[in-house]
C-alpha cells in the first residue's frame, strides 16, 4: 500500500507523460480535468511484489515468466489506448492474443487439461477443451472490457478492486496458494492506497492501462480458482458481481432497445444514479456495501455453506431490486 501511495504522490505531484489529461466530453460525468492512467501505479507495486514472492518451479518457470507478460500486455494495451492510438478493432485483436497466450501457456504448466472439470452449482461439468477454452475467452474478454465500462466515476472501480482482491486473497491462501493469495492481499492493498487518490474530487483515475489490467487480472483469477483450485465458479460472479450486472443488464437493455449498444454511453445504473443527482461519494460508498455484502455471500459458497443456488439468488435479486431503486430514483427527479 505504501509503495503505491508513493508512485502515486510522484506521478500526481510531479510534471510526466505518464499520466493523460482527462479532458471531459459528452460521455463523462466528471466536471473537472484530472490526469488518467494513475492505474500503473497499482501495477508496477503488485508486478515488484509478485516479482519478489515467485518462487521459480523447475522446468516451468518460462510458462509462468509468459503468463506474466501476457497479462502485462494487458497494460500496454491500455497505455496506448490512454493515448488514443488503439482503434476498438486494434484493442479487441490485442485482448485475444494475451488471452490466447494465458490460455496456451496454462496448458502446457498443466493448469488446464485437455478436457477438464469445471465446477458449479455443486456440480463438476466434464467439459472438452474445445468447447472450454471459447467459454472461458469470452469470459475473460467480458471481464477486461466491463471493467473498463464501469470505471466511470470517482471511487468506484478502486471499491470493487479492494473488496475483491481482499477476498481472493483469503480464498487462495485458506486453497493452499500462497503465491496467489498473497499477490491478492498486494493488490487490494495497491487499490486501497490507489482510492485515497481517486476519491471524489479525484486526482487521478486509473485509465485504461488499470481498468483493462484489473478487469484480466479478476477475470484470471476467476478462471485459476475453478479450473486449477476447484473452487465454485458461480462464487466469482457473485464477487465480482456489482460490475457484472450493471454492465450485463445494461447491455441487455441497450440491445433490447435497438441503441448502438457498441458506442459509448452514459446509461450504467451507477451513471444514472450520478445523472439523477447523487454524489459520486454516495454512490461509490453504497457501491462498498454492496461489493461486500456480495463478497460475504460468496465467501459462504465457498465455504459449503448453504446451497449455492441460495447465495446467487439472494445477490443478485438484491442487484435486481436496486436497479428498480434507480429507476424510482430516476421517476422521483422527471415529475
Known sequence: ???????LAGLVHCRNSILVEDIPNERSLHTGTARRGGGIAIIMTVAVIAG???????????????????????????LLDDRNLLSISQRLVAQTIFAGGLFVTAIQIGWIQPADYFPIFKQTLFL???????????????????????????????????????????WFYANGETFLGLVNFSLAGSALAFALFNWSPARVFLGDVGSLSLGAWFGWMSILGAISGKLPFEAFLL?????????????????????????????????????????HKKVSAVSLVGCITLATLASLNVSGAGHPVLWISIGFLGLAVAAGQVRRIEAKIKR
Open 128 to 170: 472438452p477443451l474445445w468447447l472450454l477454452l471459447p467459454a472461458l475467452g469470452l469470459w475473460l474478454l467480458w471481464m477486461v472490457n466491463l471493467f473498463n465500462f464501469m470505471d466511470g466515476i470517482d471511487g468506484l472501480a478502486a471499491v470493487q478492486a479492494v473488496v475483491a482482491a481482499s477476498t481472493l486473497g483469503f
Open 1 to 7: 500500500m505504501a509503495g503505491c501511495a508513493v508512485i
Open 52 to 78: 519478489w514472492l515467485w518462487v521459480p518451479e523447475p522446468g516451468k518457470w518460462t510458462w509462468q515468466l509468459i503468463i506474466g507478460a501476457s497479462l502485462l500486455g494487458y497494460a500496454v494495451i491500455g
Open 239 to 279: 464477487l465480482y458481481g456489482l460490475f457484472v450486472f450493471d454492465a450485463s443488464y445494461t447491455l441487455v437493455v441497450r440491445i433490447i432497445r435497438g441503441e448502438d449498444w457498441w458506442r459509448g454511453h452514459r446509461n450504467h445504473l451507477y451513471q444514472r444514479l450520478v445523472r439523477a443527482g447523487w454524489s
